[in-house]
């Protein structure tokens, strides 16, 4: 995304001690194809919002779009898995892991079908070594998949201000979350004020809140769709905050 604005201020995080990090010890079946350049990173944008992001490290040749199953209609946009393929003859045993950032919504996908339709680059890494080409020329392939916790290091939780908001219609998107990924609930806080409001999940990884006029600065509280552990990021949004900028908090999940 251009123009990206970052600030970091005191946070808070708060985890709930019974909830752990997302992970699944079983693989399960599903289906895989690819899209995009043969050694391309996928396409910009997709249904969950994140934009350019996808072209830059830590999302570069990690994006998949997922079957409605696994998308849950944009409350999945940012859960991670491992991906492998079964076929000895070209695959390794290596799975790849790969960030929700799409959906695909027909074709392979449909039917209720599980299916993974990942960058060129994300399928030829399950390959044995020199093996891409041969296994993207196989098309759609069976595989097995697992949900993973997200990593990434060096990075912590930030708040992108969606392009068109003001004081009165805020909507955000939510960067870069370790753990679970996926984001089930949001709130803001304003300035001065005890009270949570809640916000409203639009599409993809969105949410916005209608209200106003709303005054920063802003404390953002999430709550993640897989296992509810919640962080609270205080004033994080400042009171000058702009739409199109991002604003980093200086902690993110543990697990």
């Known amino acids: 995304m251009e123009g990206l604005c970052y600030i970091f201020i005191f946070c808070t995080l708060v985890c709930s001690a019974a909830a752990a990090a997302v992970a699944d010890l079983h693989w399960h079946p599903a289906t895989a194809t690819w899209y995009g350049s043969p050694e391309g990173d996928g396409s910009d944008g997709g249904a969950c919002g994140y934009g350019s992001l996808v072209d830059v490290k830590p999302f570069r040749a990690r994006v998949g779009a997922v079957s409605p199953v696994l998308f849950k209609g944009g409350e999945g946009c940012g859960a991670c898995y491992k991906v492998r393929c079964l076929d000895r003859s070209i695959c390794s045993r290596r799975a790849v892991t790969v960030i929700i950032t799409d959906e695909c919504p027909g074709g392979y996908c449909s039917n209720g079908r599980t299916h993974f339709d990942l ?137």
């Open 119 to 255: 960058s060129g680059a994300a399928f030829g890494r399950m390959a044995v070594a020199g093996g891409g080409g041969q296994l993207r020329n196989r098309g759609e392939i069976p595989v097995i998949y697992r949900r993973t916790p997200c990593k990434y290091p060096g990075k912590n939780i930030a708040f992108h201000v969606n392009e068109g908001s003001t004081d009165y219609w805020l909507s955000l998107l939510v960067e870069f979350e370790d753990g679970d990924g996926d984001v089930g609930s949001m709130h803001i806080r304003e300035a001065n004020s005890n009270e949570w409001l809640e916000m409203t999940h639009i599409w993809g990884a969105n949410w916005c809140i209608i209200a106003g006029p709303l005054r920063g600065p802003f404390s953002v509280k999430l709550t993640t769709l897989s296992t509810g552990r919640t962080l609270s990021a205080r004033e994080v949004i400042p009171r000058n905050w702009t739409p199109k900028a991002t604003y980093t908090s200086r902690l993110n999940f543990n697990f």
